[in-house]
């Protein structure tokens, strides 16, 4: 059971729900998660270089931080260069507000929101409804690669607001 587990945490190349590894393994999700809990305790014990993470609603297998630097050239793609420090404030007002319009992020940011197409571009955000006002805007949300990119569980994992002042950069831990 344990080779299977660390075979479909490695092979998915996604985060796996619990449910899909029950499935998988033919045994109770309750039961999956214990296993799952002893594979990632004992990986961690072995020092073996990477740890089981808990994020966007499913667990997968990552390389230890301290080790990314080395392994670095092995990467690939490259990283997606940085956000702008525009592009986090707008990427922390629909975290923190969605389903929120373009509209209302200009509104909250005193000015253009110009990188929602960035956002998109990047699978960070996606458009998910419309609003019920004049013209029926579009409503944004974020995404389960912004889930992923930032390390995060669920939003309920975004830290709390800071105080009046504080850059928005600060919010989001990617």
Known sequence: MKALIGAALLAAGRPVRAAELAQLLGVPETQARRQLQRYAEEVQAADLGFVVEEVAGGFRLVVLPALAQQLAPLLSPPPLPTLSGAALEVLAIIAYRQPVTRAEIEAMRGGSAGTVMTLQERELIKVVGRADAV?????????????????LKSLADLPELLAEGAEFSQLLRG
Request: hydrophobic share 35%; net charge negative; charged share 20%.
């Open 135 to 151: 013209g029926q805007p579009l409503l944004y949300g974020t995404t389960e690669r912004f889930l992923l990119e930032f390390g």
